[in-house]
């Protein structure tokens, strides 16, 4: 969830890290966005990437795929967060293709831009990238998520990479952290696991919440929270056992220790590379599970 106090929060987290300030940072990151250097895995495959446009219900979306070499693979969503598609999703959805999964990252803005929306190394923390991304955001709705998502399945089915005996995973975060529980609930058949991360909107107060589709979610779930969101909202993840426990959802609901929202994907300003590993060691773990 982003806002103003979690930009308070991130400044705070960046001026102990050896006094750099914000634009420090932001140039910084512009240096070393095009380079993310990610973890290796063991036994990667070798992938196949390539861009690609989608027709959708509202129009061409353009996205990332890419998969294994060889072979048929389980197939998966990437949502990124609120500053969309970008060098550290490709980075991620291409470790992810590496170990074995037929992966697409989607640009959830293709209705109002194509391709990157901010440049490399700007923060949400900066009012002009704020400025900048709110009219795109607004652009969406838990409807389109869930019409979109239909529309992606729909795609990746269609490929031939994508084994579709194979139930589906689908990940999201800040923003989208809730798409994934629903087009969980929308297309039970076909999607199998959701990973949401520093998710936002997951519990509220409207008669569509996430949290009150949880009767119509068979997929296995991985919530993971920062420390700083739950700290905001400390009954979220009562909530979220309650609902999705009652309706019998395998779901893993963990606050990441020492961890502030965004913690994630690579370029973040407060990305924690230790819990971030480990929040990607239980998505394979999940996927593994559910997918195979």
Known sequence: ????RTNQEEQTFLS?????????????????????????IANAQNVVE???KI??????????????????HAAVIIWPDIMGIRPAFRAMGKRLAQSGYS????????????????????????????????????SLSPLTAVSDGKDYVSWLDSQASVDT?????????????SYVMRLAAA???????????????????????????APKIKAGLLIAIAENDDEKEPDTKHVLRASLGSAKVDAEIEVYEGTLHGWCPPDSRVYNEAMAEKAWSELLALFEKELA
């Open 187 to 213: 297309i039970p058949a076909r999607i199998g696991a959701g990973g949401s991360f520093h998710g936002g909107g997951l519990v509220t107060d409207a008669d569509d919440s996430p949290h009150l589709l």
């Open 103 to 138: 992966v697409l990252v989607v640009n959830p803005y293709y209705r109002t831009v194509t391709g990157q929306v901010t440049p490399d190394g700007k923060s949400f923390g900066d009012p002009e990238t704020r400025a900048m991304l709110m009219p795109h955001a607004r």
């Open 1 to 4: 969830m982003c806002d103003e």
């Open 50 to 52: 390539q861009d690609v």
């Open 165 to 177: 005996t194979r139930m589906i995973g689908t990940t999201g975060y800040c923003m989208t952290g």
């Open 55 to 72: 027709d959708m219900a509202e129009g061409a979306a353009d996205g990332y795929f890419v998969h294994p070499a060889s072979g048929r």
């Open 16 to 40: 102990r890290q050896k006094g750099l300030t914000r634009r420090e940072f932001g140039m910084l990151g512009a240096g070393i966005t095009l380079s993310i250097m990610l973890p290796p």
